[in-house]
């Protein structure tokens, strides 16, 4: 499979975890314990970091 193909897919996923775990925070209210909300917010975070990275990988697939 084609290195773009493979990022894009990537990129789709990353974006699938940063919306999920940034709306699910919000959904399940503050009620719920502290290191559930902590992990989820540490989950968003690393797929939030990821995602950008991801982009320039896809963009230096289309400068070659």
């Known amino acids: 499979m084609k290195r773009t193909f493979v990022i894009n897919w990537i990129l789709?996923?990353?974006?699938?975890?940063?919306?999920?775990?940034?709306?699910?925070?919000?959904?399940?209210?503050?009620?719920?314990?502290?290191?559930?909300?902590?992990?989820?917010?540490?989950?968003?975070?690393?797929?939030?970091v990821l995602f950008p990275v991801a982009i320039i990988f896809h963009m230096a697939t289309h400068w070659d």
Do not use: K
């Open 12 to 48: 789709i996923d990353l974006f699938i975890v940063s919306v999920i775990s940034w709306f699910r925070p919000h959904v399940t209210g503050r009620g719920n314990s502290h290191e559930i909300w902590h992990n989820l917010a540490m989950f968003h975070v690393l797929g939030s």
